[in-house]
């Protein structure tokens, strides 16, 4: 289960508010262990996505997820998961989400209404691929 201090929540709904209307995306720090795992960091990601799709899409590069990966290490955390906006629209996943997530990881989905953060939601997706459990 993921853990989320109040100063990240607040980080991840200020960059949903900032890309508004487009999405916002990045990568969450945090340490790996046995059950609960903390989120201590997030590192915003630019969104790759051409211009008119960049609303509804989010596309976290090879690139971005392998200096995400070097930040990570050198402030000797681990990558934990993914963030990013569904801009007015709700926080659940989509099938396009689902499609492109790994089992493991955390993904953190907030949504901006009008320009305003609102429901924050967390989501881990099962070994199977199959569908999303919702974590927080
Ligand atoms: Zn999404």
Redesign the pocket.
């Given at each position: 289960m993921i853990k989320l201090p109040e100063k990240i929540n607040l980080a991840i709904r200020a960059e949903g508010e900032r890309t508004y209307p487009d999405?916002c995306c990045g990568v969450i720090l945090g340490k790996l262990g046995d059950g609960e795992r903390e989120v201590t960091a997030i590192l915003p990601i630019d969104n790759e996505r051409e211009a008119e799709e960049r609303h509804h899409r989010?596309v976290i590069g090879p690139d971005d997820f392998m200096k995400a990966e070097k930040e990570a290490r050198k402030l000797g955390l681990d990558v934990t998961g993914f963030y990013?906006s569904?801009p007015d629209w709700f926080s659940r996943?989509?099938d396009?989400?689902r499609e492109h997530a790994l089992p493991f990881y955390s993904y953190i989905?907030v949504s901006v209404e009008k320009g305003k953060a609102a429901e924050l939601t967390s989501w881990e997706l099962t070994p199977d691929r199959a569908r999303f459990i919702q974590e927080l």
């Open positions: 999405e989010f990013h569904h996943p989509s396009y989400d989905i």
